[in-house]
C-alpha cells in the first residue's frame, strides 16, 4: 500500500517568507497530487492540485511541484500571511482501482508576524 | 462552504454503545469516503462508498460499517464504541467515472466531533 511522508512536521516562518513542505510517497502508479489546508476546529480544504501530466502549478502564493521520477510532490507559499497558519496535509493518490486515499501526517506551519 | 453537510456537529457516548453518523454529498457526487482524524493526526481512510456499495476500505474492524442512500448521502455506524474511537469524523464527497475509481477532487464536510467516555 502507499506510505505518505512529509516533511518537516513543524515549520515557523517570519511572515513575508516563504515556505515549502515536501511530500515522499510509495506508489509509483499514483497520478493525483493534492495539498489540503485544515485550520483548527475547521474541515480540510482543499489548496491546489496536481496531476502526473504536469510539472507544476501555480495559483497566486501557492505553488506545487512534482518530481515523479523520485516519488515526491512539494508545497510552495511565498510572502508567507498569518492567515496562512495551520496544517497542511497531503494526500497522493492512485488511479482508478486505488480507491484508498493515504493523507501525510501534516505539517503545521507558524507564520510569526 | 463545500456543499457537503454532516449531522450531528457533536455527540457524546460511553463505551459499548452505538452511534450513527450522517453525510449530505455535494450535488452532482456520487462518491462519499468516510474518515476518522484523531487530536494531531492525519485523517485515516475507513471506507469509501460509490453507487450505494462500499468499494474500499481501510484498516477499520467490522464494527465501522457504512450506507449509501439512492441520493448518495451516507451514513457512517460504529458499534461497540471504545475511548479510541473518540475523533474527528469526516466525510468527503467526489464524483467518479463507470469504475468508481475516485481521482476526482473531494471536498470535506465539516465533521461530526465524537467523544466516547
Known amino acids: 500500500g502507499e506510505n505518505v511522508e512529509q516533511h518537516p512536521s513543524t515549520l515557523s516562518v517570519q511572515e513575508g517568507d516563504s515556505a515549502v513542505i515536501k511530500c515522499t510517497y510509495s506508489?509509483?502508479?499514483?497520478?493525483?497530487f493534492p495539498w489540503y489546508k485544515q485550520e483548527l476546529g475547521k474541515r480540510p480544504q482543499l489548496i491546489i492540485d496536481?496531476?502526473?501530466?504536469?510539472g507544476e502549478k501555480k495559483d497566486q502564493r501557492i505553488a506545487v511541484t512534482l518530481n515523479k521520477t523520485a516519488k515526491h510532490f512539494s508545497l510552495h507559499i511565498t510572502e508567507t500571511q498569518p492567515e496562512d497558519s495551520a496544517v497542511y496535509f497531503c494526500a497522493p493518490r492512485p488511479p482508478s482501482g486505488g480507491f484508498k486515499t493515504i493523507f501525510g501526517a501534516g505539517t503545521r506551519l507558524f507564520v510569526k508576524a | 462552504e463545500t456543499g457537503v453537510t454532516q449531522s450531528p456537529t457533536h455527540l457524546i457516548k460511553t463505551r459499548g454503545q452505538q452511534v450513527t453518523l450522517r453525510c449530505s454529498s455535494q450535488?452532482?457526487?456520487?462518491?462519499v469516503s468516510w474518515y476518522q482524524q484523531a487530536l494531531g493526526q492525519g485523517p485515516q481512510f475507513i471506507f469509501q462508498?460509490?453507487?450505494?456499495?462500499?468499494?474500499g476500505r481501510g484498516n477499520f474492524p467490522p464494527r465501522f460499517s457504512g450506507l449509501q442512500f439512492p441520493n448518495y448521502s451516507s451514513e457512517l455506524n460504529v458499534n461497540a464504541l471504545e475511548l479510541d474511537d473518540s475523533a474527528l469524523y469526516l466525510c468527503a464527497s467526489s464524483s467518479s467515472g463507470t469504475s468508481g475509481g475516485a481521482r476526482n477532487t473531494q471536498y470535506f464536510g465539516p465533521g461530526t466531533r465524537l467523544t466516547v467516555l
Open positions: 496536481i496531476r502526473s501530466n504536469v
Open positions: 506508489d509509483s502508479a499514483s497520478n493525483y
Open positions: 462508498y460509490y453507487r450505494e456499495e462500499e468499494n
Open positions: 450535488s452532482g457526487h456520487n462518491t
